[in-house]
């Protein structure tokens, strides 16, 4: 169902309410007119026209699914954000949980949860000494705005040996470097 289809259905307060009544358990037409306080004209009426449209059945029930369907196909196709990876897997795995330089969210799956720290872990210099306020700072601006937190996140690095630790001073121990001829 297109998406204008489906707002034009609801568009109507009868029609509106007799689909929130269906969604929230009223089966019989009795039952959608006690929770609408519609007559019973009316919401025949307007369970024909969303019979009509597709959006209910014949046995009154609702096609939920039409919702979401509608909400994918009016959505902005976003430009996947180019992250450099040669791998169009790894790509992919990456630009679903980092967006604009933020880290949206954490994997739970651990093959995924590796990558995305190997890509994280590329903010600090190999061979550089950082003491844990700089470190926190670092991985503050890859969290701001996602779900994860920075003392997650440093754990995370430090549990798959990406960061080393000690005595207060974190240094690059993992992942990938990019090296370029000259």
């Given at each position: 169902?297109?998406?204008?289809?489906?707002?034009?259905?609801?568009?109507?307060?009868?029609?509106?309410?007799?689909v929130s009544a269906l969604v929230l358990g009223?089966?019989?037409?009795?039952?959608?007119?006690?929770?609408?306080?519609?007559?019973?004209?009316?919401?025949?009426?307007?369970?024909?026209?969303?019979?009509?449209?597709?959006?209910?059945?014949?046995?009154?029930?609702?096609?939920?699914?039409?919702?979401?369907?509608?909400?994918?196909?009016?959505?902005?196709?976003?430009?996947?954000?180019?992250?450099?990876?040669?791998?169009?897997?790894?790509?992919?795995?990456?630009?679903?949980?980092?967006?604009?330089?933020?880290?949206?969210?954490?994997?739970a799956q651990d093959a995924k949860r590796r990558?995305?720290?190997?890509?994280?872990?590329?903010?600090?210099?190999?061979?550089?000494?950082?003491?844990?306020?700089?470190?926190?700072?670092?991985?503050?601006?890859?969290?701001?705005?996602?779900?994860?937190?920075?003392?997650?996140?440093?754990?995370?690095?430090?549990?798959?040996q990406l960061l080393a630790r000690e005595g207060?001073?974190?240094?690059?121990?993992?992942?990938?470097?990019?090296?370029?001829?000259?």
């Amino acid at each position: 169902m297109d998406p204008a289809d489906l707002v034009g259905l609801l568009a109507e307060p009868d029609r509106l309410r007799v689909v929130s009544a269906l969604v929230l358990g009223a089966g019989t037409h009795a039952e959608v007119a006690a929770a609408t306080g519609l007559d019973a004209r009316a919401v025949g009426k307007a369970v024909q026209k969303l019979q009509a449209g597709g959006l209910v059945d014949d046995k009154l029930g609702v096609r939920v699914e039409l919702f979401k369907d509608a909400a994918r196909a009016a959505a902005p196709v976003q430009q996947a954000e180019d992250l450099g990876y040669a791998d169009p897997g790894v790509e992919q795995v990456v630009g679903r949980f980092v967006r604009d330089g933020t880290l949206l969210s954490l994997p739970a799956q651990d093959a995924k949860r590796r990558l995305v720290l190997e890509h994280v872990v590329q903010s600090f210099e190999p061979g550089v000494r950082y003491p844990e306020r700089e470190v926190d700072a670092v991985l503050r601006a890859w969290t701001d705005g996602g779900t994860a937190d920075h003392a997650t996140l440093r754990r995370y690095l430090v549990d798959h040996q990406l960061l080393a630790r000690e005595g207060g001073e974190y240094w690059r121990s993992g992942g990938w470097i990019d090296v370029l001829d000259d």
